[in-house]
Structure formats: C-alpha cells, structure tokens
C-alpha cells in the first residue's frame, strides 16, 4: 500500500545518497592531499603499496568515483535502506549504513585489486568511507526528524478509509494508530453489516455501511480504501470496488486471506492476470540472481586457484589407498532436484557395504549416520575431513548450479524418506558447501538442532547472512571446529 507513494521518495533518496557519497569523495581526497597524519593509517608503512598521492591530481582519481559512487548505493539498496521508508527507524537506518559501508569496502577492495588501481591509497578509502558514511547518517536522521515534525503539524498524511471490523481490521487499525511516524491516519471504519454501525474498532468509530461508500467518498478526502474482509465476503466488495475505480480513489485488499503461520504473501501477475504467491522462502529473484552470480564467480575462481591442491590431494588419495580419486553420491537438492556430489574419497574402499555393521555405534540422532573414530576413514580422510578439504570438489557442483556456497547441507534420499514433515522445508533451498550447521559446531549438535538452523537460515535468509556464514567458515575451517 505504500511502495507506490514511496517510489518517487526512494529515488529522490538515492539521488541525494549519490550526491553525497561525491561530496564525500572529494572531501577525503582533499584531506588526503593536505593531512599527512593521515598517512598512520597505513597498516603497514614499511610496505610500499601505494604511490604517493601527492602526485596525482583530481582527475586521475575520477575513474575511483565512478567505482565507488554505484557500489556505495547498491550496498544501501541490497541491505534495504530503501525500502519502507516510513516504517524505517533511525536505528535500522544507521545499522543498514554501517552494513553497506563494510559491504563498500569488501567490493571495492576486490575491484581494486582485479583492475589494478594500485594508486588508491588505504589512507584514502578509510577516510572517504568515513565521512561518506557521517554524511548519509546525519542525512537520514535529519530526513527522519524533518518528516516526523511535519507530520505532527498534521502535514503528509495520507487519509485512509477502512472496510471491515474483524480481528485483522482491528490489528491493522492499531498499527496505524501505534506509529504515528508513518504518515496515515483512518477517518472512518465501514463494514457489510448494518448492526455493525456506531461500533468501536481500537478507537474508530463505524461510521457507516458498504452502501455508504460512494456518499462518504464525496464527503471526506480519502485518498485509499483499505478492504479487510473475511474471504467468504470478498465477492460482497465487488461493487465497492468499482465505485472506489469511478471515484478515482486507490483501493487496497489484504492479502492475508489465510492464516499461515511460515509463508509469506507475494503479489504476481501472468499475463495480466494478478496472482497472489504464498512462499516461505524470503528471497526475492534480484537477491537470488547476485546469490548466483556471485556463486558462479566465485566458485570459478576457486576451481581455478585451488587447482594446484586439488592436484596434490588426488594423488596421495591415490598413492594411500586403493580405490577412486573422487566419490559419487546421489544427492537431494532444491525442492527435490536429484544430482551427484562430488568429494574427495575419505573412506576405505567398500566403505559403504559396512555401514550395516556399525548402526548400533552411530552417535547422532535422527537419520544421519555420525561416528567419532569411524574405522572406514582413512588416515588421510580423517585429515581431509578435519579441514573440510574433502568437501573442495563441491566447488562443481556450484559452478553448474546444482549447488550454492551458503545453504542446508544435501541429504541423501535415505534420509530425506525419514523426514518429518516440519524437516522437509529445509529442500525449499539450494543446498550449500557450508551453512549455519556448520559454522555452530557442525557434528556436536544433535539432528532436530542442525534442522532448525537451517529453517532458522532459510526464514531470515539475506546476502548479509550469507557473507556472514561464509566468514565465520573461514576460522571453522582452519581449526577444524566439530568435523570427523
């Protein structure tokens, strides 16, 4: 009901952002240029890393500002600084701010290092991100006073009219009351039932019935109708519909037509045809396109930097043990989607025909099959498998798709079968090389533990958490935290 109103702010917003991160820009060149205190920032003076930025002007540093300019908006933009204006408070805001400037600064230091623009200078970028960051700050908490003071003069509000007096009514009418910052305020209540007249809904009084809507339309200044109804009487409104469209007065449906207690509603069309969408995943196509790209990339490259190890790890497999370089498994991947895992051989050959003989000894519960000093390892395996470097050819199975670096581990169908119904969310995502699971202490949490994790990463997923996840799997996997 507010994206539309919204559009026009969040473009000027984005605009202004822009403005600012260039103002920000030259300032810090120009500290840069004149403060030479600042060159204590340099991690490690007796390194030559950097020219001396003396030498260079303005222009040479213009190719920086159209670097940093769009990555500084599409870190705001990613981490939701634009979206629900009116709702935002100026603590999220600030928090979003500092996730998009370490976001900056990840993308930045990584362009900078693949086009080779040796000439920016540490100094430089931390004072730039610095004062590029204190000047969005001060802007969103003067835009959030500035709006708020407005409102309480009783300017750029929105005048909504409500239709319904049940229970989610009621909720939405107290939402509305309870957050005055949002801008809307509700001049009247109308419902389907005439003994329902003269009610009070959380302070509103019912001012009328549906037949009323055309006389109240030109009597009062509405600028939306708010339709709250049971589905049961949603054919009812079709004709307070058509007058709000004769009217010219924007119309509203509440989409929570049912009560779920995980999915979320998402408007969509077909052709033409609108379509509500009811989904328990939170990711939205642009997020999982980056999520893509990013795995795409990323796994190319590790394919191609860790081809020397991957080398080296194949052959002593080869020269330890009798049997495979690699072992096939039949997988359970998004939504169901068979594929085949690739690792690296850990086990003895034959490994799998005596998993019979140690059921008994299996140490986690549920249907995964976990063993502390399981006598198939191998020496080597155990290695591999402590520092996770079994699980590197997986990096294939994510540069074809099959894949993601982040998301619930992959089951095999024995397990999958044995799921409980609540278990079976946890295939509405791609599964991943790592996930929360294991950056929590992977086999010393029990089975309905390490399903909720993965629920837990799935309700809240967002590319933060995903960069989150994959830096803590950085020091889980150097330690060898909870693997064997």
Not at 128 to 156: C, D, P, W
Not at 235 to 243: A, G, H, M, P
Not at 447 to 469: G, P, R, T, V
């Amino acid at each position: 009901m507010l994206k539309e109103k919204d559009a026009v702010v969040r473009r000027a917003t984005l605009l202004l952002d822009a403005i600012l991160v260039s103002v920000a820009f030259f300032m810090a060149f120009v500290l840069r240029q004149n403060f030479h205190a600042f060159y204590k920032l340099d991690l490690i003076p007796s390194v030559k890393v950097v020219v001396d930025v003396s030498t260079l002007s303005i222009a040479d540093y213009l190719i920086v500002l159209f670097f940093v300019v769009p990555i500084w908006c599409a870190a705001l933009y990613l981490n939701g600084m634009y979206k629900s204006l009116r709702t935002k408070t100026i603590p999220s805001a600030i928090l979003v701010i500092i996730r998009s400037a370490i976001l900056t600064a990840i993308i930045f230091g990584a362009s900078a290092f693949l086009f080779k623009l040796k000439f920016v200078s540490r100094a430089f970028f931390i004072i730039f991100l610095v004062i590029s960051s204190a000047l969005i700050v001060i802007e969103k908490i003067t835009i959030f006073l500035v709006m708020r003071y407005v409102r309480k003069q009783g300017y750029n509000y929105r005048m909504l009219l409500v239709v319904g007096t049940g229970k989610r009514a009621g909720q939405f009418i107290s939402n509305i009351k309870s957050h005055p910052e949002w801008g809307l305020r509700i001049h009247g209540v109308l419902d389907y039932e005439l003994e329902q007249v003269g009610r009070d809904i959380e302070g509103v009084k019912v001012t009328g019935h549906l037949d009323d809507l055309p006389k109240i339309l030109h009597n009062n200044s509405t600028d939306e109708v708010v339709f709250i109804v049971p589905r049961a009487k949603l054919t009812s409104i079709e004709n307070s519909l058509y007058v709000c469209e004769t009217e010219g007065v924007k119309a509203t449906i509440a989409a929570d037509l049912f009560d779920f207690k995980i999915a979320k509603a998402r408007l969509t069309e077909l052709d033409g045809m609108p379509l509500i969408t009811f989904e328990t995943t939170v990711a939205k196509e642009w997020q999982l396109f980056i999520k893509r790209t990013f795995d795409l990339i990323a796994s190319g490259l590790g394919i191609i930097v860790l081809s020397p190890l991957l080398i080296v790890v194949a052959i002593l497999i080869k020269l330890t043990s009798p049997g495979p370089v690699l072992y096939f498994q039949k997988r359970v991947g998004l939504n169901g989607r068979k594929f085949i895992l690739y690792k690296f051989r850990s086990m003895y050959k034959g490994a799998h025909e005596k998993l019979s003989e140690l059921t008994g000894k299996n140490e986690m519960e549920g249907p995964v099959f976990k063993m502390k000093h399981d006598p198939r390892i191998t020496p080597l395996g155990r290695f591999l498998r402590k520092f996770s470097i079994d699980e590197l050819p997986q990096l294939f199975n994510v540069f074809m798709g099959e894949m993601s670096l982040v998301g619930p581990r992959p089951p095999i169908q024995q397990e999958v079968v044995q799921y409980e119904p609540w278990q079976r969310r946890r295939l509405s995502m791609r599964p991943g090389i790592t996930c929360i699971w294991q950056v929590s202490g992977r086999s010393k949490i029990g089975f309905d533990e390490w399903m909720k994790l993965d629920l837990q990463y799935i309700d809240n997923w967002s590319l933060a958490l995903d960069f989150e996840i994959l830096c803590k799997t950085i020091p889980v996997v150097i330690f060898g935290i909870g693997a064997y």
